[in-house]
Each structure stands twice: as C-alpha cells, then as structure tokens.
C-alpha cells in the first residue's frame, strides 16, 4: 500500500482536475486511491461531489453516505448528501441532511440557505423565510440568499419585498446570472417591461436555464438588435423555449417581415405545419433541419426587447394563426353533429416543467367542476397514471390520445369547441393565438406574461383568466369557471 502522503497526493491531483472541469480525469484520480485505500475520506467526499454534479445521484449517495459513516460530525458532507436529495426531490430526507449540518456547525450559512430551498420545495414558506434570513444574519453579504428570499417573496406574494432583495443581492453581485434573470422574471410579472426584456437576456448566462436552451446558438451572421436596417435582407429567427412561448411569440415574426425582410421562423417539429399559418412572408422551416443563408439571426423570445414592447406596445392581435381547414372539417366529422356546448379541457402540462406542481390540477378535481349537459372534449395527448383512472369513470370526456398527431390537430380541435378551458401550458396560448374564447387557470404565483390581479390578457383579447386565490387552492377560481359554464348553458 502506499504511504498516505501518496495518496493524498493523488486526490489533490484529482481535486485539481475537478476543478478544471476534468471530470473524467478527476473521477480516475478518486478512483485510483479509493482502490487502494476504500476509508479514504477525503477521496470519498470529493467523489461523491463528483458524482452529484455529473448527475449520477443514486451513486453519489452511496459514497457521501461512506464518507458519513467514517466521519459523521463533518457539516459538509452532510450539506452535500442534502443536495443530492433535493435534486431527486426526496424533500424530506433533504430537510433531515441540512438540519444535521446545521446542528454541527450553527454557522454554517450555506447548509441555511440550502434549508430554505427544501423548505420552499415543501411550501413552508415561512420556515424558507427563516431559514433565508438566518444566513443573511450570519453573512449579511451571502448574494444567493438574497436572490432565494427575493423569489419566495415573490411567490406570497411580497412584490415590493421582492423587489428590494433582489436588489440587495445584485449590489453584492451585479454579475450573477441567475439573479439578473430571476428579477428579470419579477419585473416582467410587475409590467416592467422595458427593464425586464433587458435583463431577460441573462437567460443566455444562467447555467441551469442556459443548458435547457441548448446553449446560445454559434451563428457568423450578426444577431439583429432591433436597430439594422432589415429591407431586402433575409434574417433567422429561431424558437429557444418551449412550445407555448413559440406559439406566443411568433406574432413578432410578421413585424420583422413588414420591415421589408424574408424571414425564415426555425420552430419546434410539431408546430411547423400549425405556423405556417402565420404569414406569407414569413417561411416556417423545422428546427434541427438545414438551413438556408440568411443575413442576420435572433432567438423569438428577443423580439420584444428588439421592438422595446411595452405594456402599451404588446402586438395585440386577435387571431394570428389559422387552423387547418381540411384538418377542422375532418375532426368535425369525428365529433359527430352537435347537440349542446362543447368545452375544450387541458388540465396539466409536462411533468418536467418547472412549475408543473403549481400549474396542474389531478382530474378528478376538475371534475368536480364541471357541470352536466356539455360535450367535453380533452386537448392533452398526454395522460397520468391517475388521471388514465378518472377519465375511465368518466367517459363523457372524449380524449384522443395518439390521434392528435401535432398541433394542427389540436387547433382544429380547438377551433370547434365553444370555450377552451386549461390550465397554463401551451393549448391555451394556442386557443389564444387562434381567436378561440378560452378561460385559463392561473396558479397565486403566476408565470410572467399573465401579469398581476388583471382578469384578461394583453396578449390575447380573447383570453380570460381564473386566478388561484391562495397558494395551492383552486376551488374559488374553479368555483368561477363552473358558474361560467352553467351561464352559457341557460344562454345568460
């Protein structure tokens, strides 16, 4: 065996790659003295670290666990484990890590501000709060604990007290990116538009969101600002977020084009048929496909700071995409004749989006709501395991599954139904993006682009929205929605 000084030799070696982003090179180094001596603490903690940021959390479990059991009054190993369990939303046994760290080391502000993020995972919010403001307490400059209390005020609520940490934490840290865009977000809930679509381009240089995007796009062509003149010119404009935000933002690709360009809109596979639509001198070409030369590039969701979009300003337009004629007389034969009003439901999103557990509701609890002698028809494709067990018990709701081929099937679905009703993904920006009469359920927390207390949207005229009244309550504004319903059955 080799002497310890060897070893340690080897995982300095290995921390020093780590910290190069090496990490496969770091990972042989660890590898190398835990063969040789498996109670290595130091090698452990590192791999075990190693293996959290790889995203290999079952494995690193295993090891940040064999580093606790050789030295269990160590604070960071047991911060560290609490990480990897909030990734894997074990929430609760994330909470337990934390409160181990902290009863060893009082001081110890990261194990504090990490707390916070579990707690608020777990919606006790003011135990976050607390937790928050006890590492502030501790390092009044701790720039991240700023940030998270500036977001969990946002979310009660606290938009003034929102605002103020976020500002606190950026006189600390003007650079960090995740503050600039979380603020951004504020700011563009509050209306603040000028401001917020410039610190939207932070987005680029958040390295959690920056990943999800794909990365910034390698283009020579120069993006377009806004200020180059466009006449005669053919410029890129390529979809970067999900299908929703397309569908809201394409709207700008007809703008571009009445400067005198040729626009070549690059958007996700199942909306290229629907967006085709748009314009006839905007091209819908597939994103992943070839691309034809162009003079200049900008990503759709940099339109609005390019055109300096207003409250004021938003290109309020009333219907900007059509559905597919064939496709609508099509479904139309499907339905059958109609013999009472038709209502269009989507009652969850993408398990993976980020604020799927306040934006979805389980069907059985819509179902409570909706009252008898209508035709519902569900726009989803996608089902959950519960709700494939409500929708059995209930088959006077029709799904289509697998036959909504794309989203031209769902617009025609959409265009023969006399009200959509959905929660915040991306049917009821498609509803809105057709003209369609749809009523949205919007979470306490909204997403940005719905804005605060307003019952309609300056995005689309033909939307109006039911809001959560309290943090994780939906009866009041399904309450709302039902009483709807039951006025255009008696024609009030």
């Given at each position: 065996m080799l002497p310890p000084n060897q070893i340690q030799k080897i995982v300095e070696y290995g921390l020093s790659l780590h910290q190069q982003g090496d990490f496969q090179g770091a990972r042989i180094n660890y590898e190398h003295a835990l063969s040789i001596d498996p109670t290595h603490f130091m090698a452990l903690?590192?791999?075990?670290?190693?293996?959290?940021?790889?995203?290999?959390?079952?494995?690193?479990?295993?090891?940040?666990?064999?580093?606790?059991?050789?030295?269990?009054?160590?604070?960071?190993?047991?911060?560290?484990?609490?990480?990897?369990?909030?990734?894997?939303?074990?929430?609760?046994?994330?909470l337990l890590s934390y409160e181990k760290a902290i009863a060893l080391e009082d001081n110890f502000t990261l194990a504090y501000n990490n707390r916070g993020n579990a707690l608020l995972e777990l919606r006790r919010l003011d135990e976050a709060l607390l937790s928050y403001e006890k590492a502030i307490a501790i390092e009044p400059n701790y720039f991240e604990a700023y940030n998270n209390r500036g977001n969990?005020?946002?979310?009660?609520?606290?938009?003034?007290?929102?605002?103020?940490?976020?500002?606190?934490?950026?006189?600390?840290?003007?650079?960090?990116?995740?503050?600039?865009?979380?603020?951004?977000?504020?700011?563009?809930?509050?209306?603040?538009?000028?401001?917020?679509?410039?610190?939207?381009?932070?987005?680029?240089?958040?390295?959690?969101?920056?990943?999800?995007?794909?990365?910034?796009r390698s283009f020579t062509q120069p993006l377009w600002s806004g200020c180059e003149p466009l006449d005669g010119r053919t410029i890129l404009i390529y979809a970067e977020q999900g299908l929703g935000d397309t569908i809201q933002f394409c709207r700008y690709a007809s703008l571009v084009s009445n400067l005198g360009a040729k626009v070549l809109l690059e958007v996700q596979a199942p909306l290229v048929k629907l967006l085709s639509s748009i314009d006839d001198y905007v091209n819908v070409i597939p994103k992943g496909g070839a691309l034809p030369s162009f003079d200049y590039q900008c990503p759709l969701l940099s339109l609005p700071l390019a055109f300096k979009t207003t409250l004021e300003t938003i290109p309020k337009i009333s219907k900007y995409i059509q559905a597919d004629e064939k496709k609508v007389i099509d479904w139309e034969a499907r339905l059958g004749k109609q013999n009472k009003p038709r209502v269009g439901i989507v009652w969850s999103g993408s398990l993976d989006h980020s604020n799927d557990q306040n934006r979805s509701i389980p069907l059985s609890e819509l179902i409570a709501y909706l009252p008898p002698n209508f035709d519902y028809v569900c726009l989803q494709k996608e089902l959950r395991e519960g709700d494939k067990e409500a929708l059995l018990q209930h088959p006077e709701i029709r799904w289509f599954g697998e036959d909504l081929n794309d989203f031209s099937d769902t617009a025609a679905l959409c265009e023969l139904m006399d009200v959509v009703v959905s929660v915040d993904t991306s049917v009821a920006h498609l509803a809105g993006a057709l003209g369609k009469t749809a009523w949205v359920l919007i979470p306490f927390s909204p997403d940005w682009r719905w804005l605060l207390d307003?019952?309609?949207?300056?995005w689309y005229p033909s939307i109006k929205l039911f809001r959560q009244e309290e943090m994780g309550n939906w009866s009041s504004a399904l309450k709302s929605i039902e009483s709807e319903l039951i006025g255009m059955n008696l024609g009030i």
């Open positions: 903690q590192l791999m075990g670290s190693l293996l959290a940021q790889t995203k290999s959390y079952e494995a690193a479990i295993q090891y940040l666990s064999r580093a606790i059991l050789l030295s269990p009054n160590f604070a960071p190993s047991h911060n560290n484990l609490g990480n990897v369990f909030l990734e894997l939303r074990r929430l609760d046994e994330a969990l005020f946002k979310m009660l609520g606290s938009f003034d007290e929102s605002v103020d940490s976020f500002k606190k934490s950026l006189l600390v840290n003007s650079s960090n990116a995740k503050t600039n865009w979380d603020f951004a977000l504020l700011l563009l809930t509050l209306g603040h538009f000028s401001e917020g679509f410039k610190l939207y381009e932070w987005r680029w240089k958040t390295p959690k969101l920056f990943k999800s995007l794909g990365g910034v307003r019952k309609d949207s300056p």
